[in-house]
Structure formats: C-alpha cells, structure tokens
T-cell receptor, first 114, second 112 residues
Framework: ETGVTQTPRHLVMGMTNKKSLKCEQH?????MYWYKQSAKKPLELMFV???????ENNSVPSRFSPECPNSSHLFLHLHTLQPEDSALYLC?????????????FGEGSRLTVL | DAKTTQPTSMDCAEGRAANLPCNHS???????VYWYRQIHSQGPQYIIH???NNETNEMASLIITEDRKSSTLILPHATLRDTAVYYC?????????????FGTGTRLQVTL
C-alpha cells in the first residue's frame, strides 16, 4: 500500500469510447503525475501537476486529457484512442520542495484498446 | 544521451547478496543517485537515494564511489520477492521529481 490508489485496475475500451482513469493520493503531496508504460519500453512521463496547475505536458496527443481538481485527485480522460495506446498507465505523487526525487506510484491501470 | 548505464539482467541466488551496479560517469555535482524497482505489472517503488555518502535503509544499501561516477545497490539477503527491474536514476536537486527519467534498468532474477 503506497498511499496512491488508481481505478480501475483494468480497462478495455473500443476506439470510439470515452473513459476516465482516476488517481487519488492520501499522502498530503502537492505534485501528481501520469506516466505511460508500453510493453518493453521505459516509463514515459505524460503530465505533471503541481498544486493543481499543470506544469508539464510531454507532447501528449489531445486524445488524452488530464484533470486535477485538487492536490489529492488526478484524472486522465480518454477518448478516440488507438490500439497503440494500450499500456499500463501509472499515477504518482511527490512532495516537491524538498529533494524532490521520491515518487510514490500507484499500482497502475492496464488499458487495452480494441 | 543515457545518463546511467546498467546491465540488462542479473541473477542472484536466494539468501545471497545482490549487487547491482550503475555507471553515471557524467553525473553533475548537484545530482543525486536514486534507485527504484518495479515488480512485474506494478508501479515502481522507491528504494534509496544518495549524493556522495553511502546510505543504508531497511531495504538496501547504496555505495557511491568517491568520484561519484558509479554506484552499487546492495540487497543484503535477496529473496524471491526481490525479483524485479531495478532502475538507477540521476536526478538534480531541483525540488521537483518531474525530471526523473526511467531507463530500461536491470532485470534481477532471484532463484532458489
């Protein structure tokens, strides 16, 4: 138990569907992240939020739409995805302002796009 | 440019020490060495980090060479549950974790 909870753990969707991934952290952290991990590839940073403000967007396609309503919750809205978007999507949080390198990850949401 | 270099895979017998090396010859003075691991299909887990002194916690020990160009993560008594991919990352002390870049890591297989 890392204090970061992701739902759903598994999701199967068609290319025309709209779905959302949810992440919640109970650690009092101020920064939250979305990472993507495709098969046999390193983790790729997608988005960073700090105090609800997006601070990084790593050239992610617009079919991925993040939302951070407060410092404890992070969503990733998905629409018109492609099969190559099938991957493990990981949420993480950190307490920035200190050394800043310790991330706490959730268990991930495994997405399959048909 | 790869900032760290790690072996692709290693094996270790259960109960023995697992020594995972990492080269970071271009490390800057303000960069820390971080280690994470990822057990299959789970999120990465922070293990330990250090700047120049050796560090130890309940999970592992981190030995950093005096010139800081390489380090070794030591799991003193490896168990089957330590089978995972281990990532060595250099990260500047910028106060944010957003510059953490995960490479391909070392796949450690602990065997009976």
């Amino acid at each position: 138990e890392t204090g970061v909870t992701q739902t759903p753990r598994h999701l199967v969707m068609g290319m025309t569907n709209k779905k959302s991934l949810k992440c919640e952290q109970h650690l009092g952290h101020n920064a939250m992240y979305w990472y993507k991990q495709s098969a046999k590839k390193p983790l790729e940073l997608m988005f960073v939020y700090n105090f609800k403000e997006q601070t990084e967007n790593n050239s992610v396609p617009s079919r991925f739409s993040p939302e951070c309503p407060n410092s404890s919750h992070l969503f990733l809205h998905l629409h018109t995805l492609q099969p190559e978007d099938s991957a493990l999507y990981l949420c993480a949080s950190s307490r920035d302002g200190q050394e800043g390198g310790e991330l706490f990850f959730g268990e991930g949401s495994r997405l399959t796009v048909l | 440019d790869a900032k760290t270099t790690q072996p692709t895979s290693m094996d270790c017998a259960e109960g023995r020490a697992a020594n995972l090396p990492c080269n970071h010859s271009t490390i800057s003075g303000n960069e820390y060495v971080y280690w994470y691991r990822q057990i299959h299909s789970q999120g990465p887990q922070y293990i330990i980090h250090g700047l120049k002194n050796n560090e130890t916690n309940e999970m592992a020990s981190l030995i950093i060479t005096e010139d800081r160009k390489s380090s070794t993560l030591i799991l003193p008594h490896a168990t089957l549950r330590d089978t995972a991919v281990y990532y060595c990352i250099v990260h500047p002390n910028t106060g944010t974790a957003s510059k953490l870049t995960f490479g391909t890591g070392t796949r450690l297989q602990v065997t009976l």
